[in-house]
């Protein structure tokens, strides 16, 4: 027929009965019932009686119903409506929250872009669609290409950069989306000052890192080189105040800061295992009003852990003078870490002397870690992160690891560019970082990769997989940075590299970051974790309850013919499969229970997933990784003080440079709840 579709948006585009076909299908699948061609021909029928040139979208729908209950397929006219209700609802839903989602990238991902990351005009109303901003990103990262090469051709660059974006193939550290070519033009996500045992530096610091904060960093903190607390003061006869104290400096000059204008402040505050005041450092979070812009983590080192071992006493020594004020069990403190962590989620720790062993600088002493503890930064030192989505690299069940190579190339490139247009906050970062010019490859969607191999999370299989995808990705990594080295440039402290290579242009290239945001915008799961959840509800900051199923999880429970409304209810309550969400359930109503039980343990959830697993699969990655993992043990609401033991102490054994834990409930409010409304699935 030459007639006109006349859209919801007011576009009036050419008709076009496979996409009336298009819709039927996907009822079609929800049922099991197959409808015959003899629908269509009705279909057009109908619409032609109502000789009109040009038909409005919504009567094409009602006739489509119509046609369906008249030739007896009442359960597909049933599906058809439930979808096309739905659909209503999440426009509705758009339009109330005037989102623009130009790239069809979903609810979730549009909300975030209007709130974090589209520009935004004097007055705050948004000014740029979401393929405007990786246009304008694309284009702000290209140009440094002009710098080695003045015939380069940045428009070409420039279409590559942008194509990996709005393909969610790659997403660079969100500081990247929000700010690159605006006036801020700062790129990079992290940061890592060192604070000196006096006044002077204290208060210079806590106005570098509102500096840092306002420009869209998180910073990290050491605390480890200031007096304990009531240490004589000698300019003043007075006694100091200890780390913890101006801790609370910090904590309340960054209150009242916003990261770059779309997100609130985040620090990491650290303090050695062997400082003074350690004990009060890790309860200091016990009152849950206090210390809310910080993550804490305490740093250990080796002699701790042997003396752990041994059920020993080790020295608490004061950083102003290297003597030692006492000695304690080290057990003493492990419990209180262990009973901190499992109450609050925090500390976290990092294992100091494996980050300093493994530093590829011989010269360079590391002291902090970022926010999120996936980058060891020496003081004033600075990095830019990149995630390749890894769901994006499988075909037929396969890695397709000739794409992968060629996006780790991909990503070298941006974000090597990215240091040369980044606008640093401070002289003192942009000589720091310049002269290491680290850079953090990192991934996402490492659950997603799993579940389309068939591979579950809980398995051999998947820690062997995250050993060489990870192994193969720093591999390339360095020889694509080796490559970049021999037209751009060896990093100017390559005298100081622990040379595998005889050149390179980044000291370190590899990283795990949480990718929290932009695996939203990416659609796909966090990091390196499992999935969450299968049904979960992401609460935004400014309280809207935002649902999510995973897409793959419904794709397969219709294949095998289990997606009905026993497990959708099951889902919506619990959010996951576990055997306790599944108590009293009849399990004849999901089908054959072999394919049922396969199904549920390939869709293992963050929870269900074993301690030890957890931290394997961290300890797999962190073999091919050159800075660091961040990575959460999502432990269930019943893990026991035991448990969180035990994962502390395989962290160290298996060689992780960090551990966090994190037990479900353990705070009053969350970002990630499980299960969602009925309605939505």
């Known amino acids: 027929m030459c007639l006109e579709v006349i859209k919801r948006d007011g576009r009036i585009v050419p008709y076009e009965i496979e996409k009336i076909a298009s819709s039927i299908a996907k009822a ?9 061609e003899d629908i269509f021909p009705l279909i057009e029928e109908r619409i032609k009686a109502l000789e009109e040139e040009v038909v409005d979208i919504e009567k094409i729908q009602d006739i489509i119903e119509e046609s369906l209950m008249d030739l007896g397929y009442n359960s597909v006219a049933k599906a058809y409506i439930i979808h096309r209700e ?10 109330h929250l005037d989102i623009v989602d130009d790239l069809k990238l979903g609810l979730n991902a549009a909300k975030l872009l ?79 000052l060192d604070i000196e045992d006096s006044l002077e530096d204290i208060f210079e610091k806590v106005k570098q890192t ?43 000059a960054i209150d009242v800061c916003k990261q770059g204008g779309v997100r609130r402040g985040a620090l990491m505050g650290v303090l050695r295992c062997d400082h003074p005041d350690i004990l009060e450092f890790i309860r200091c979070k016990q009152d849950r009003t206090k210390f809310t812009n910080f993550n804490i983590s305490v740093l250990i080192t080796d002699d701790f852990m042997n003396a752990y071992y041994k059920n020993e006493t080790y020295d608490l020594i004061n950083p102003k003078n290297g003597e030692v004020v006492e000695s304690i069990p080290a057990r003493t403190v492990m419990d209180q870490i262990v009973f901190m962590a499992h109450s609050f989620g925090d500390p976290g720790l990092v294992f100091i002397d494996v980050i300093n062993d493994k530093h590829p600088l011989r010269n360079m002493e590391i002291k902090g870690v970022n926010v999120c ?4 930064l020496a003081p004033y030192e600075s990095c830019l992160l990149g995630a390749i989505n890894l769901s994006k690299f499988v075909k037929e069940g396969e890695v397709d690891y000739k794409e992968l190579k060629r996006m780790v190339g991909l990503v070298v490139h941006f974000l090597d560019n990215m240091l040369d247009v980044n606008v640093f906050p401070l002289k003192e970062i942009q000589v720091a970082t310049m002269n290491s010019r680290k850079i953090g490859v990192g991934v996402m969607g490492w659950a997603e990769m799993l579940i389309q191999m068939n591979t579950s999370y809980d398995s051999s299989e998947a820690v062997e997989l995250a050993e060489k995808v990870m192994g193969f990705i720093d591999r390339e990594a360095h020889n694509f940075s080796r490559d970049l080295a021999m037209i751009r440039g060896n990093f100017p402290l390559f005298d100081d590299y622990k040379k595998r290579y005889n050149s390179m242009r980044n000291a370190v290239l590899t990283t795990a970051a949480p990718t929290g945001s932009r695996s939203v915008l990416a659609g796909t799961s966090s990091g390196i974790e499992p999935l969450f959840a299968i049904a979960q509800t992401r609460v935004t900051g400014d309280g809207v309850r935002m649902p999510d199923v995973n897409d793959f999880f419904v794709e397969k429970a219709k294949e095998a013919g289990i997606w009905n409304d026993d497990l959708k209810a099951i889902l919506a309550k619990h959010g996951n499969l576990s055997k306790s969400s599944l108590w009293g359930s009849d399990m004849a109503a999901f089908g054959n229970v072999r394919v049922f039980e396969k199904i549920r343990k390939l869709f293992k959830t963050a929870h269900e997933i074993p301690p030890e697993q957890h931290v394997a699969i961290q300890a797999a990655f962190q073999k091919h990784i050159g800075s660091s993992v961040s990575k959460t043990v999502n432990l269930n609401n019943g ?31 969350q970002v990630l709840n499980l299960g969602c409304e009925v309605c939505e699935l």
């Open 86 to 95: 739905k659909r209503k609802r999440k426009r509705e839903l758009r339009e």
């Open 114 to 192: 209007k709130d974090r990351y589209l520009m935004r005009d004097t007055e705050g109303n948004v000014i740029e669609t979401p393929s405007e901003l990786f246009r304008r990103v694309a284009k702000t990262v290209a140009v440094a290409d002009l710098k080695y090469d003045k015939d380069a051709d940045v428009e070409e660059v420039e279409e590559v950069f942008y194509r990996a974006m709005v393909n969610m193939e790659f997403l660079p550290n969100s500081p990247a989306l929000f700010s690159a070519g605006n006036k801020n033009n700062t790129l990079a996500a992290c940061f890592v």
């Open 373 to 376: 503890g996936e980058q060891p």
């Open 28 to 36: 079609m699948s929800s049922v099991d019932v197959e409808v015959q």
């Open 639 to 669: 893990a026991r003080l035991e448990d969180v033991k035990g994962v502390f102490l395989k962290a160290y054994e298996s060689g992780c440079k960090g551990i966090t834990i994190f037990r479900n409930g353990c705070l009053d409010s």
């Open 210 to 252: 509102g500096i840092i904060t306002k420009m869209g960093g998180g910073v990290g903190l050491s605390f480890s080189n200031l007096r304990p607390k009531n240490d004589s003061v000698g300019s003043t006869g007075g006694v100091s105040s200890g780390p913890v104290s101006f801790m609370k400096l910090f904590d309340t």
